[in-house]
């Protein structure tokens, strides 16, 4: 049974950095596709990046592309979102989600078979 544990949120100052883990387990994740999304209160859940386990190209949402950082472990089958120059618009519970089927639309929530809980992420102004 597919496990995604995420941890690392926190409460942080604009303009501070955090990384994000997703712990997975249960899975054969070197052909699965890894995202990350996060959902602020009263608004959509919304894509934040994602990439294939096996390599490849990397997809950031423009509101944090060239701030936020994607990558993974694979020693630790652990995915990673670093999080630097932090916003109070950033503020909202981070999810992973693996996509097992490597689907076309990675920025469609609906195409990821497997959730983790979420981690708050609060950045004060």
């Known amino acids: 049974q597919v496990q995604l544990v995420e941890s690392g949120g926190g409460l942080v100052q604009a303009g501070g950095s955090l990384r994000l883990s997703c712990a997975a387990s249960?899975?054969?994740?070197?052909?699965?596709?890894m995202g990350w999304f996060r959902q602020a209160p009263g608004k959509e859940r919304e894509f934040v990046a994602a990439?294939?386990?096996?390599?490849?190209?990397?997809y950031y949402a423009n509101s944090v592309k060239g701030r936020f950082f994607i990558s993974r472990d694979n020693s630790r089958n652990t995915v990673y979102l670093q999080m630097n120059s932090l916003k109070p618009e950033d503020t909202a519970v981070y999810y992973c989600?693996?996509?097992?089927?490597?689907?076309?639309?990675?920025?469609?929530?609906?195409?990821?078979?497997?959730w983790g809980q979420g981690t708050q992420v609060t950045v004060s102004s």
């Open positions: 249960g899975g054969t994740f070197s052909s699965y596709r």
């Open positions: 990439f294939r386990w096996s390599g490849g190209s990397t």
């Open positions: 989600a693996a996509d097992k089927y490597n689907r076309v639309n990675y920025l469609y929530r609906d195409n990821y078979d497997y």
